[in-house]
């Protein structure tokens, strides 16, 4: 059965305002700052969104795309990973919403999406 709702994990790069927006819509959203990992590299953070099986949302998009790329070689899963350009705060919101309302949770495993 297919899990319905995306859990976020949003890296330190981006706005906690975000998080508060994205939670005041009912959707689940943990910050760097919310799981103590502020100054953790990269790889850890997306390994941190992997244990607790959250999609991470980053606007850092030369590295992601590479974790990205080495997890797909490796044949290794992910529950996705969101880039965002650098835009006000919501105008990120409304083009994450868009991918919240209509992917699923299974659905977004692996993936690589740009907002």
Known sequence: MSALFI??????????LIAELIRARGFSVTTT???????????EQLEF????????????????EALA?????????H????????????TIVARLLAVLNSRTKDEI??????I
């Open 79 to 90: 529950h996705g990973i969101i880039i965002a350009m650098r835009r006000r705060p919501h």
């Open 33 to 43: 700052l919310d799981a103590q990992n502020l100054g953790r590299s990269d790889q």
């Open 7 to 16: 859990d976020l994990y949003l890296d330190e790069d981006v706005s906690v």
């Open 49 to 64: 969104a992997i244990v607790h099986k959250q999609t991470l949302l980053t606007h850092n998009r030369a590295d992601f």
């Open 109 to 114: 495993q692996n993936q690589l999406l740009y």
């Open 69 to 77: 790329q080495s997890y797909f070689s490796s044949t290794r899963l």
